[in-house]
């Protein structure tokens, strides 16, 4: 069996995928900005699933790779999109576009015959990623998972100025202070924000059917809707959206195991160790590298940081 | 007078063997790093280009180890470099600094006197002969084009190194032992020595590394606090990388335009899609474009500051290039707010892009 994690700004995702590369088993956790103990809790779940002999490879993605391979023994540590892609293709060979959403981030991704063709992501500005919605939800007193059926409901939605997460907000309020209806307003805070992902992250590039929605925004059916009407085609959400980065690493996890002949992955165990992860500045050259070393107890596990591979190639 | 001068890749190298030679008294600013770029960023306007703000960076840094004059290059427009050295004298000023600026513009734009007069400035406080002053200004040449030249070899050979992280060690080593070397002579020899080294360096003709060309705006791509070190990420990813704009090329491309005897391939491969200077160096990253397309290369990186005009008229231009003739390019802006995170992201997923259509052959 294949594990993948993908550690993210807002959720952390493991997955457990089997040799035909099924679905498993799946958990979604906040990654409540302490990704070490995130994964420790997760893999602690898995443990009682699983053992470390079922594993035969482990794949990491997400802004918290690095840390995440050290941290557990990955194989491979992969970019998001690159992961987000090979899931996609793995699950649909027809995709050719890909929306991810997540709780920073925003990117599209263009496919033919299976291979990435173009991609971009939200540079400046996040102000339709996930947070935000969280944010707005967490104002409004709505779940989030409610979210998507308020926007539903709405007749008529109201027009939000969406290019900037905080002038947003202001024109919700300034909505809200005249007397909308909250569907209506969450329906058109739904539709900016697909405009604004078309208008920003998705100019100039070429959406062809078949759309594919993931991400954790795409549990809101109001942005799914949002972008069926402004693009004027099908969007579909795959089943594990939620997930698709954490399927994409582990993959990858199996296509890598095959070159490194043996998997690093250092067992459940790990959940029940103390972590303590230390920087320090490296003054190999002028670089400067901020340099994250992991130690568990006095044991060191791992480096990452480094722009030149001194460190990180380093095996401990 | 004490000179000192912006960190612009490996001039400092040169600057040394120069101010050596010449036996004149000059600071090296410390090696750019953040916090150069924060005392920067207080001090300068806040829409200013990132480079400006380096700079600043760099002078005050400068400043506090003794400096009192400033060695810059300028280029009397169109983009905002031309106004630089007029601004910075003014936020310099105002933070109570009296500095000299010496400004060596093109001498098609302020005469071949004033040029002159003005290099001599910088060594006035040399009692050398003539002879001997125009021998140091020729170490100095011959300093930047070799550490240039080894700095190009070790980013393009490291693709094909047999032993990872060969090339990177070395590019390290040199520098750092040039700097420290005695004298003028002490740094050429050093440098002479690293040329041959490097040429010892075992390569391994039968592999097919990902080869990358790095264009856009000079400052950015040779400045690798600004670009957050793009070319060392990717040399121990095991990428080839080329890129033409290093100082001594500036050099050599700015003596050759005064001259008007300059023939360089970049202008005329340009020329179909921007045929004038339109300010900084937009016609090289086009033309740049073009050729590595011609030499096969498998993508191309561009990099600018946030509003750096003449390659946001490049960056429109760029998309035809990847769609007419099949080649990826990924542009990247860069200014003191960008995350590390999404940027090294996007040139991972870069690589994973260009390995996929290898794969399939595209």
Redesign the interface.
């Known amino acids: 069996m294949y594990l993948g994690i993908d550690v993210g700004s807002v959720s952390t995702d493991i997955v457990v995928l089997d040799e035909d590369l099924k679905l498993v088993h799946k958990l979604y956790l906040r990654t409540k900005g302490r990704p070490i103990k995130v994964i420790q809790e997760g893999l602690l779940i898995l443990s009682e699933f699983f053992k470390d002999g079922d594993i035969k490879a482990v794949g990491t993605t997400g802004?918290g790779r690095y840390l995440a391979k050290v941290l557990v023994g990955g194989d491979i540590a992969?970019?998001?999109?690159?992961s987000h892609a090979v899931a996609a293709v793995n699950l649909d060979k027809e995709v050719r576009t890909i929306i991810e959403i997540g709780g920073q981030?925003s990117k599209i991704i263009t496919i033919e015959?299976g291979?990435?063709?173009?991609?971009a992501?939200?540079?400046?500005c996040a102000a339709g990623t996930g947070s935000f919605l969280d944010r707005q939800a967490e104002r409004l007193e709505i779940p989030i998972e409610k979210f998507g059926e308020y926007a539903l409901k709405s007749q008529n939605p109201v027009r939000i100025a969406g290019r900037c997460a905080v002038f947003a907000e202001s024109d919700m309020i300034h909505k809200q202070q005249l007397g909308y209806d909250v569907s209506d307003i969450i329906a058109g805070l739904c539709s900016a924000l697909a405009r604004n992902f078309i208008s920003n992250v998705a100019k100039?590039k070429n959406i062809k059917p078949k759309v594919f929605f993931q991400g954790g925004v795409a549990a809101n059916i109001g942005m799914k809707r949002a972008f069926e009407e402004l693009l004027d085609m099908e969007v579909f959400v795959p089943e594990h959206y939620d997930v698709m980065g954490a399927i994409g690493a582990a993959i990858l996890a199996k296509e890598q195991v095959v070159l490194n002949k043996k998997t690093s992955f250092r067992g459940f165990g790990i959940h029940n160790t103390l972590i303590m992860p230390n920087t320090f500045k490296c003054n190999?050259?002028?670089?400067?590298?901020e340099v994250v070393e992991l130690k568990e107890g006095e044991f060191k596990i791992g480096y990452f940081g480094d722009?030149?591979?001194?460190w990180s190639?380093v095996a401990v | 007078m004490n000179i000192t001068f912006p960190h612009l890749g490996n001039t400092y190298i040169a600057a040394k063997v120069l101010f050596d030679a010449l036996d004149v008294e000059y600071t090296i600013p410390p090696?750019s790093?953040k916090k150069t770029l924060e005392i920067g960023c207080l001090h300068s306007p806040d829409d200013i280009c990132l480079p400006f703000k380096i700079m600043i960076g760099n002078y005050i840094e400068s400043i506090e180890k003794g400096a009192d004059t400033v060695l810059i290059t300028g280029s009397c427009g169109p983009c905002r470099f031309g106004e630089y050295c007029e601004l910075q004298k003014k936020v310099l000023m105002s933070l109570g600094r009296q500095i000299n600026f010496i400004v060596i513009d093109e001498p098609s734009k302020i005469g071949i006197k004033e040029f002159l007069n003005r290099l001599s400035s910088v060594a006035k406080d040399s009692r050398l002969s003539i002879y001997k002053k125009i021998k140091a200004l020729n170490m100095a040449l011959k300093a930047i084009n070799l550490i240039d030249e080894i700095e190009k070899e070790c980013r393009f050979f490291a693709g094909y190194e047999k032993n990872?992280?060969e090339f990177?060690k070395l590019l390290?080593d040199v520098?750092?032992e040039a700097i420290e070397s005695k004298g003028a002579e002490g740094t050429l020899k050093v440098l002479e020595n690293y040329k041959d080294k490097v040429d010892r360096i075992e390569i391994d003709n039968f592999k097919t590394p990902i080869k990358i060309g790095i264009i856009g705006e000079i400052y950015t791509i040779i400045d690798?606090l600004s670009n957050l070190?793009i070319e060392?990420?990717l040399?121990?990813l095991g990428v080839s990388t080329k890129r033409t704009l290093y100082p001594s090329w500036w050099v050599k491309n700015t003596a050759l335009s005064a001259l008007k005897i300059n023939r360089s391939p970049i202008y005329k491969e340009a020329k179909h899609y921007l045929g004038m200077c339109i300010g900084g160096h937009a016609q090289e990253c086009v033309g740049e474009a073009m050729l590595n397309y011609k030499m096969r290369f498998d993508g191309l990186i561009q990099i600018f500051p946030v509003g750096c005009m003449p390659e946001i008229v490049s960056k429109a231009i760029l998309?035809d290039i990847e769609k007419r003739y099949n080649i990826?390019i990924l542009s990247l802006?860069v200014d003191e707010?960008t995350g590390e995170?999404?940027y090294?992201?996007?040139i991972?997923?870069?690589l994973?892009?260009i390995e996929?259509?290898k794969?399939?052959c595209?």
């Open positions: 802004s992969k970019n998001e999109i690159t981030d015959n291979v990435v063709t173009d991609f992501m939200n540079t400046v100039g190999g050259c002028s670089n400067m590298c722009k030149c591979g001194r190639r | 090696i790093t990872k992280g990177s390290k520098k750092r690798s070190y060392d990420i040399m121990n998309p990826p802006v707010m995170a999404g090294y992201t996007r991972e997923a870069f994973d892009l996929g259509r794969r399939m595209i």
